[in-house]
């Protein structure tokens, strides 16, 4: 679904969640667009089916893929920043309950201007055609 944002809008869209099993690691990945006038910053995240969530970043350290924390993500006007295999990522630490293909879960984007955004985000298998379709934005 297509939904219109406004100036002082912060949009996500392309939201999936890996599917992974009670006690594993997921992680969460979408396009993050900025439609403000003004920057903002993803400071943090917060989900009910994850012990821990953080923002995370893979990189290649020697001949190895690592995932690293990242504080937090500065938002221009204007910018779009996409959240991917990796790169970029919402890591979900220590599965409170099962996430199956076909669910959804509830997500939390915080950010330092803007305030906090809960987008539905559904849980797909990798590599099964991940780009949602769905738009989300604040109020």
Same mark, same amino acid.
């Given at each position: 679904?297509?939904m219109?944002?406004g100036i =002082? /809008?912060?949009?996500?869209?392309?939201?999936?969640?890996?599917?992974? !099993? /009670?006690g594993e690691n997921?992680?969460?990945?979408?396009v993050?667009h900025?439609?403000? +006038?003004?920057?903002?910053?993803?400071? =943090?995240?917060?989900?009910?089916?994850?012990q821990?969530v953080?923002?995370h970043?893979? $990189?290649?350290?020697a001949?190895?893929?690592? !995932?690293?924390p990242? #504080?937090?993500?500065? *938002?221009?006007? =204007?910018?779009?920043?996409?959240?991917q295999?990796?790169g970029?990522?919402? !890591?979900? %630490?220590?599965l409170?309950?099962?996430?199956?293909?076909?669910?959804?879960i509830? *997500? $939390?984007?915080?950010? /330092?201007?803007?305030? #906090?955004?809960? %987008?539905k $985000?559904?849980?797909?298998?990798? =590599?099964?055609? !991940?780009?949602?379709?769905?738009?989300?934005? +604040?109020?």
């Amino acid at each position: 679904m297509l939904m219109a944002c406004g100036i =002082g /809008k912060i949009e996500t869209h392309q939201a999936w969640a890996r599917a992974a !099993m /009670k006690g594993e690691n997921s992680a969460v990945y979408f396009v993050l667009h900025n439609h403000s +006038t003004r920057p903002d910053e993803l400071i =943090g995240a917060a989900c009910d089916c994850a012990q821990a969530v953080e923002i995370h970043e893979s $990189v290649m350290e020697a001949d190895a893929m690592k !995932m690293q924390p990242v #504080a937090s993500i500065p *938002l221009d006007p =204007g910018a779009e920043v996409t959240f991917q295999p990796g790169g970029l990522h919402v !890591m979900l %630490i220590n599965l409170t309950r099962d996430l199956k293909a076909g669910d959804s879960i509830n *997500l $939390v984007l915080k950010f /330092k201007n803007t305030g #906090a955004l809960t %987008i539905k $985000v559904p849980v797909k298998e990798a =590599g099964s055609g !991940m780009e949602g379709e769905d738009h989300q934005h +604040t109020p």
